[in-house]
């Protein structure tokens, strides 16, 4: 079975795009939160997730955007490296 490259690096792009926007937003909600244990003891929540939900989805998909990143670098290797030196010689 072939695999249709251009559609793998849509979905990867899709995917990369979804988890630059989750990432985003959790950032701004920990980035708000109260510092220590006072989130935990007002029951303070962004868009209805608490504190340790936020830096829990927050890791994770930090972790999948990275694994993402290495292989859509790995599928644009050759994209990236012409751009690269098209920028070079000038």
Known sequence: MKVNLIKVRGIISLLLLILFIVISVTGIGLWLAPSGRIARQIEWSFLGLNKELLEDLHTY???I???????HLLLNYKMLFNEIKHLLKR
């Not at 955007?65 to 292989?71: E, H, P, S």
């Open 61 to 63: 998909t930090g972790f």
């Open 65 to 71: 955007m990275i694994f993402l990143t290495i292989v």
